[in-house]
């Protein structure tokens, strides 16, 4: 199985990519192939339609289009800003749809504060439904980001290294689910 990362915040000083390197790595070890997509390295601008893409927007889009459908499931990971996940990985979001179908997504959200970005998590699993993909129940919420992890992303907080274990057992249970059912009935239709 092959899990891909969307992480959903380019500003300056950002504290969610560490929520991102952290589930790699984590996964990694548990022997999934991960995908870490983060839309710092490969930004879309604002989408205005495919008749005005330039030719470099297209090969961009292509090219995560690619990397989205080559995952059998997804991670989204985001800041909350102002009640809700950022306008980056919804603008990224809006590139695409057929990439999302019937693929199990998980949610973990960051905030500075104590909610643990709980607003932005619930809004994006109500996009993910929008998107024909499946949002796993459980979210992975991480409060006081910029005091969760050590220089080296490890995690300094035992609950929140608990959280984010039993987040992943319930991710790779949820996927492998849906994965095996799709599995299946791709057999059952051939």
């Known amino acids: 199985m092959k899990i891909g990362i969307l992480l959903g915040s380019t500003r300056v000083g950002r504290q969610s990519h560490k929520v991102a390197l952290h589930l790699e790595k ?3 070890e548990r022997g999934v192939a991960v995908d ?3 839309l710092a390295d490969d930004p879309l601008p604002i989408l205005e339609g495919q008749s005005a893409r330039s030719a470099q927007v297209e090969a ?3 090219a995560l289009s690619a990397r989205l459908r080559a995952a059998d499931g997804l ?3 985001t800041p909350e800003y102002h009640g809700s996940f950022s306008g980056v990985l919804k603008n990224a ?3 695409f749809w057929e990439e ?3 693929k199990p997504i998980g949610v973990a ?12 998590s619930t809004q994006l699993q109500h996009v993910v439904l929008s998107l024909g993909a499946f949002a796993m129940p459980t979210k992975l919420l991480v409060s006081e980001v910029h005091n969760a992890f050590d220089e080296s992303l490890q995690v300094k907080s035992e609950p929140i290294a608990k959280s984010t274990a039993r987040f992943l057992d319930e991710y790779l249970w949820f996927a492998s ?8 009935a791709a057999e059952r239709a051939a």
Not at 109 to 120: D, E, W
Not at 177 to 184: C, G, T
């Open 177 to 184: 689910a849906i994965v095996q059912a799709k599995q299946a």
């Open 75 to 77: 991670v989204f990971v």
């Open 26 to 28: 984590a996964l990694k």
């Open 93 to 95: 979001l809006d590139y």
């Open 109 to 120: 959200a960051v905030s500075a504060g104590k909610l643990g970005g709980i607003n932005a």
């Open 36 to 38: 870490l997509i983060d």
């Open 60 to 62: 961009r889009v292509q």
């Open 100 to 102: 999302f179908n019937r």
